[in-house]
C-alpha cells in the first residue's frame, strides 16, 4: 500500500518522475548506493524525528548525521528518532522505505542543505525495494520543504 500511496503522489503532482523498483532491497543508504549505482551520499535519507510535541521529517543526503545543536537550534528542542511502530503509523511507509512522499498524515518536511551539493538524489518511494531520481530542488517544492541546515558538516 505504502508503495501505491507514493505512485498516486508522483502520477498526481509529477508524472514525468517513475517509480524504480528493484530485486535488490535498498533499505539502507548502502544498499540502495549499491541497488541504484549512486554514491551513498547521492541516497536522500528520510529521518523521522520527534521534536518537542511535533513530528517532522527531515530530509538528508545518505553520508549526513544529524547535528543535534544545529537541530535543537532550528527546531526548538533537541529532536528524537521516532521508533520503528510510530515511523510506521505516521508515515504509512516501512523503515528502509520512509520517504516525504504519500504520506499517510500529513507531516511537515524539511529538507538539509546537505542535498544541494547535487543535481540529482535517490530517496526511498514508500517500500524497501523502490525510489526516484529527483534533484534536491524539485524534491523540495514537491513536498512543500523548508531548507534548513541541521547536519553535521562534511569532513
Given at each position: 500500500m505504502s508503495l501505491d500511496?507514493?505512485?498516486?503522489?508522483?502520477?498526481?503532482?509529477?508524472?514525468?518522475?517513475?517509480?524504480?523498483v528493484t530485486s535488490e532491497s535498498s533499505a539502507t543508504?548502502?544498499?540502495?548506493?549499491?541497488a541504484h549505482g549512486v554514491e551513498?551520499?547521492?541516497?536522500?535519507?528520510?529521518?523521522?524525528?520527534?521534536v518537542g510535541e511535533r513530528v517532522?521529517?527531515?530530509?538528508?543526503?545518505?553520508?549526513?548525521?544529524?547535528?543535534?545543536?544545529?537541530?535543537k537550534?532550528?527546531?526548538?528542542?533537541?529532536?528524537?528518532?521516532?521508533?520503528?511502530a510510530?515511523?510506521?503509523?505516521?508515515?504509512?511507509?516501512?523503515?528502509?522505505?520512509v520517504c516525504p512522499f504519500g504520506l499517510a498524515t500529513p507531516l511537515p518536511v524539511y529538507c538539509d542543505v546537505s542535498l544541494k551539493a547535487f543535481d540529482?538524489?535517490?530517496?526511498?518511494?514508500g517500500s524497501t525495494h523502490s525510489a526516484v531520481r529527483i534533484s534536491p530542488e524539485r524534491l523540495?517544492?514537491?513536498t512543500n520543504a523548508e531548507w534548513v541546515d541541521v547536519c553535521q558538516d562534511a569532513a
Open positions: 500511496s507514493v505512485r498516486a503522489f508522483f502520477a498526481a503532482h509529477a508524472p514525468d518522475i517513475a517509480v524504480m543508504v548502502q544498499l540502495a548506493a549499491a551513498p551520499a547521492r541516497i536522500a535519507k528520510t529521518l523521522s524525528l520527534r517532522v521529517l527531515v530530509v538528508a543526503r545518505g553520508d549526513a548525521r544529524l547535528d543535534n545543536r544545529k537541530a537550534a532550528v527546531f526548538g528542542a533537541k529532536p528524537r528518532m521516532l521508533d520503528l510510530e515511523v510506521e503509523a505516521l508515515t504509512g511507509h516501512p523503515v528502509g522505505g540529482e538524489v535517490v530517496p526511498a518511494a523540495a517544492a514537491l
